[in-house]
């Protein structure tokens, strides 16, 4: 028997209304969910059916109504928004459909940034940022400003930056949706190989059916609710993963 | 990162860091200017007072300033003063404005002082040209050479006249300004008495203490033994004329008032762009708030703004003080700029910046991290 691996995060009933009085809405309606390390998530769901107001509260970024979130062993029912900073430093890398880059950055510094805020502020960290932006290819792009980079190496930043600090789970809004189909697979692919190869838990909310044969699980959420589940066969990884892994070792 | 990223912001929009430089500039100029006018003034409101070598000053009760003695003292005060334990010495000395009758025709005021410098009162300052023994010739008299125009004269040799007599001109300083606009003319005592036709009249009595004495006690008694005279130490003489001159006058009220204006403008100006350049970069911050940033290390980006801020507006605008500062070295009314004050400006210029930054501040406490997903 396989032991199952520990959940890094466990949200369990999660409600979530949003406005009041008679606009009041209950944008999430009981979800639960975990996500174990090694493992690509999505979160699938049509517009409106709360996979972003999920997100957010698995985030830290957004409080719940009622439910229960554990980050990494951590309730996060009574802490303050500092706090939920301080999980979100230590456990968390966000990456966002508009990238969300400083325009004013180079790609390094906005890699540097993320872990700037972490306190991490030695000669060593300028080195981690090169070698996570050579690891998503960009090793040529270090010193250019988001304004002279594509779409796609755009958000490979992003990724750059949301792993840099080797948090245990990172969460991703519509990774894709800004992308075209090319650099679409190009950033699943690389989402996948960081679940994979470095044993982080990956969710990534989204309604782009290219996204699917990446994932190891797929959640879907519909009217607030999660729907249903369905998981990859045990020893089995999506064909693009495996594709790719062939690619890797054959390159050597 | 936090100095990158403010420097960045910055210079990004380099028209609104060209607007917040110049608000930076535009107070720092204005500021440095009005003090150092003020300061300027007060220099020249006490110049006379400061050089005198006096632990007390003696002059008839009510006296406003060292050009404004009021009525004149006697010998019998001067000999009361003597007999005053403490005491060591009892110096004379003439402070009054006279009419000066310029060789080519018409005339202005001057305030006319009558000191014998070997008494060690009102010892010689500032002399150019000529000596103290050249004051003591027949009708000589000093005088700063900045007034020659007004006075109608060219430089030593001439002449003109005082109240009721001629004086010419023996011996020259310069950079005694006068904050009354009438200028300076030095004489001895006892021409400076000619001229008035006074007798033993005197404006003020220079006391000096002996070693070790209390001042405090000397001048309680001589405030005891001197009917209708004032005893005034040298800083409390000097208090009253500032007081008499800046402030009755409302000159140096003008002047701290356009200081503060210079401040109050340049707040509002920094504050205005730093909250905008805030407002427009509020989508950067809250990426940061959203990747894990405490608020601290975002208040830190705005304050490095406006620290960055601070020291460019403070070396553009102290440059252009210094200017105005050589440029008004030649004028009735000269800039003075001290070490002192160059700090302080330099600390009102940070300090005015941290409390710009407030409301930018203010802005980003507002920030919901949640709204990264909503782009």
Known sequence: MIDQPQPVLEAIDIVKELGSGAGKVRAVKGASLALVPGELTLLMGPSGSGKTTLLSILGCILSSTSGILRVAGTETTNLDSEELADLRRKHMGFIFQSYNLFPTLTALENVRIALDVRGQKDFSASNRCEEVLRDV??????????????????????????????????????????????????????????????????????????????????????????????RRPDGLDAPEIADLTKRRKANG | ????????????????????????????????????????????????????????????????????????????????????????????????????????????????????????????????????????????????????????????????????????????????RSFTQSPYAYTTLNRARALFGDGDGTTFYLVQTVPGADVKQVQQDLVNRLEGAEVLTKEEFRDRSLKQWLFRTGAGVALIGGALLGILV?????????????????????????????????????????????IVGYILGISIALIILVLSHNTALPMVMTPALAFWLFTLTVGMCAISALSAIMKVTKIDPAVVFNK
């Open chain 2, 1 to 176: 990162m936090i100095l990158t990223l403010a420097f960045r912001n910055l210079f990004h929009d380099r028209i609104r860091l060209a607007v917040t430089l110049i608000g930076i500039l535009f107070s720092i100029v204005l500021v440095a200017v009005q003090l150092g006018l003020y300061l300027g003034a007060s220099k020249m409101i006490t110049s006379n007072i400061d050089h005198a070598n006096a632990d007390l000053w003696i002059a008839v009760y009510g006296a406003k300033s060292f050009e404004d003695g009021g009525m004149l003292l006697t010998s019998r005060e001067r000999h009361q003063a003597l007999a005053t334990p403490g005491v060591k010495a009892v110096i004379p000395l003439i402070v009054r404005f006279a009419e000066w009758r310029k060789p080519e025709g018409g005339s202005t005021r001057v305030v006319l002082v009558g000191t014998d410098a070997e008494d060690g009162g009102l010892e010689p300052f500032d002399l150019v040209e000529g000596s103290w023994e050249d004051i003591k010739a027949p009708e000589a008299i000093a005088v700063d050479r900045t007034y020659f125009n007004e006075l109608g004269i060219k430089g030593v040799g001439d002449t003109a006249q005082i109240a009721n007599g001629r004086v010419r001109i023996r011996a020259v300083t310069d950079g005694v």
């Open chain 1, 137 to 230: 290819g960009l090793a040529h792009r270090l010193r250019s400003y988001p304004g002279n980079l594509s779409g796609g190496e755009q958000q490979r930043v992003a990724v750059a930056r949301a792993i840099a600090s080797s948090p245990s789970i990172v969460l991703a809004d519509e990774p894709t949706a800004a992308l075209d189909g090319e650099n679409g697979h190009a950033v699943m692919a690389l989402l996948a190989r960081i679940a994979k190869e470095q044993k982080r838990s990956v969710l990534a909310v989204t309604h782009d059916p290219r996204t699917l044969s990446y994932a190891d699980r797929v959640v879907r959420i519909e009217d607030g609710r999660i729907v249903g589940e369905e």
């Open chain 2, 266 to 310: 340049g707040t509002v100006i920094v504050a205005q762009t730093l909250y905008s350049s805030t407002k427009d970069h509020l989508g950067e911050f809250t990426t940061l708030r959203a990747l894990g940033s405490s608020s601290g290390y975002i208040y830190k980006v705005i304050l490095a703004q406006a620290g960055i801020s601070a």
